[in-house]
């Protein structure tokens, strides 16, 4: 014979479904990139003394245990010979891919750079920094920096 009422027993078998459901864990935790992002960059080319400074978005999405996405950016470089816009500040839609998350740290690619940073404890910033390589004109250009980006709402 068990001890404990049917009503109690049902309660306990329903809490315990619950904790087992499939929708228990499956809504993003405060630190997943799922969604979309303001981004902008401050970065530097240290060998021609020049300057970049974008802003644009990401849109992450989870793809397998990784993540991919889009992004897009807009903005200025500075150099000796006054203000132009390159590679890194077209208004071109990109692709984001190698995307991994591990705990509160991120890394992703698109086709000219590679960000690395760090989701603050409440999940609405990412700081880190990029590291951007192209060719133009038969001249190497290597642009590094501090990046961030803010949930967007």
């Not at 970065?43 to 849109?59: D, K, N, V, W």
């Not at 200025?76 to 390159?86: I, K, M, Q, S, V």
């Not at 705990?103 to 989701?119: H, I, M, N, P, W």
Request: glycine share 16%; charged share 15%; with cysteine.
């Amino acid at each position: 014979m068990h001890s404990g009422t049917p009503t109690a027993i049902a309660l306990a078998l329903v809490a315990l479904t619950g904790a087992c459901s499939p929708e228990e864990g499956t809504s993003p935790s405060p630190l997943s990139i799922v969604g979309q992002w303001g981004q902008g960059a401050n970065l530097s080319e240290t060998a021609r003394a020049q300057t970049h400074i974008h802003t644009g978005y990401f849109t992450f999405v989870r793809q397998g245990s990784g993540f991919t996405g889009s992004g897009w950016q807009t903005g200025l470089c500075r150099g000796e010979g006054g203000d132009y816009a390159g590679p890194l500040a077209t208004g071109a839609s990109y692709e984001i891919v190698e995307g991994v998350q591990e705990g509160d740290r991120v890394s992703f690619k698109s086709a000219l750079c590679e960000y690395q940073g760090t989701v603050s404890a409440d999940g609405a910033h990412i700081d880190g920094t990029a590291r951007c390589a192209y060719t133009e004109d038969g001249a190497g250009f290597v642009w590094t920096g501090a990046w961030l980006a803010n949930r967007e709402p």
